[in-house]
């Protein structure tokens, strides 16, 4: 099953260097998830390739504008480009407000369902769940109400040993049993081990995506033992008062994070205008994990 | 004196194609002014290399979403790259509000004033005037309030033959009073002619900017005699009978336009998502206005 996270902005605050604000765009099983939506998201996804329309569910951290200023343009476009399946949105109970006062001055009656989800930044809970994944609030600390999301994977049914299965002459009506780990006893007598006839499937993966915070122990808990974190890392090290009075992270604080929590791997991103070049911010991170790689635009990530 | 105006969107309704929706940035004199902001217009005048510091004055045709969905990130990326000097809003009363809501729910509070002018799109009237030029709007015929703007430049002052008057021994003093057209006495007796010592400035010129609109008579004479004119094209005339519902003109109208009221040489922009090539729309209008040219990004346009 597909698990793969591309980035479309990596930039803090505004846009520079061609960097964008923040902006990914996950792809789970071919459904289509975004999280946050800096300006110019839109034109981003034409420029990688991606369809707007195929985005069921749209995740929107906080209200700082280079995480949302590109919701209104892009809800926008689908409607004039004919969607007419529903858009569920995920964020902070004003954007509902922000976004009903743009459509009602431009006279605009949205021909698609907007399914608005208000957040509640204070305890982390599960906001979503589907066949393919569920998506847990993470609740960061930043200037203004902000909450990151953690997406994981379903366990998958388990995998059938086809070739096993049709030398036996097992019927196929047996086989959705078998995959969902059930011995069988046959009408001819046969008793079948599940554990003969599958195996185990992969084990679910877990994507985080911790937006603007300060590196804060509380939300430690939320992200442990995921597969990708992407950690936002404004600054380098040397910053790291700013970093504070700013609520923001170093990268060498997302890196000790990542290590902390046991991630596989970890994505940095967010980065300050100061930054023409990147290399020494993943530098920094990687002097203490690792496995860590740059969230920089049409980049994409298997988790 | 420069006069001229840079395309920053060409795209109607969605970007696309590489097109952003509408945006232009009017040079007057090293003085900058912004005509409409869709989203991405700062990405695009980081592109094309301006600073967008340097504009002071901002023009909004109308709420419209493609004519404004960039501002308020350019407003906030302003604030956050330090800005102190004013920034002079013209625009329907509902956009004070938009913004308003936005920089609330982001606790932002912008360092720089915004001084927020209030458009009625009724009559025709002078919203602004300064020592290069005064704007005028053009009432237009959209499905909301939308209005065009008249850009028109000073008359300049008389020029100096400074050969002659140095020849001659004028003092440096008497240089403004000459420029001002005025005839002179000398301590010494001699009497200059101010016709014998000057020539006149070039005549001022007049750039007009027609965004959304269906063909209607009655703008034409706001729009009379300008020596440039950019005017939306959004469809081919084949499509005149969407582009009446939509209320929009066609290439086809829009060089007609430029005939009639005499216009020196007219931009075509606002093209439809439909239209991946250009050249099309251009030589319908080239058909009626030969010196018609595509309103593109990137491109610079001498008034």
Sequence with gaps: ???????????????????????????????????????????????????????????????????YFGLIGLLSSLHLNGRIKPMKIFAPAALA???????????TIIRYPIEFEP??????????????????????????PCTGFSFVQKKRLRKLVVEKLEAEMVPIEYYPL?????????????VLLNLDYTTDSEDPKKYCYCSDTLYDERYLESIRGCDTLYHEATFLHEMLERANQTHHTTALQAAQIAQTTGARKLLI?????????????????????????LATEGNTFTI
Tied chains: 1, 2.
């Design 1 to 67: 099953m597909k698990f793969e996270v591309t980035i479309l902005g990596s930039s803090s605050a505004t846009p520079v260097y061609n960097r964008n604000p923040s902006a990914q765009l996950l792809n789970c099983n071919e459904k289509f998830y975004l999280i946050d939506c800096g300006e110019g998201t839109q034109q981003q996804l034409i420029r990688y390739g991606f369809k707007a329309n195929k985005i069921d569910y749209i995740f929107i951290s906080h209200l700082h504008g280079d995480h």
């Design 97 to 107: 407000e922000i976004l009903a006062l743009q459509f009602q001055h431009s006279e």
């Design 119 to 144: 957040i509640q930044a204070d305890t982390p809970s599960m906001i979503f769940e589907n066949a393919d994944l569920s998506v847990e609030t993470i609740i960061l600390n930043h200037r203004i």
């Design 178 to 190: 078998l995959k969902r780990g059930v011995d069988l006893e046959l009408p001819d007598g046969r």
């Design 269 to 293: 991103g967010h980065f300050s205008s100061r930054y023409k070049t990147l290399l020494p911010l993943l530098e920094e991170a990687r002097s203490v994990f690792e496995n860590t790689e």
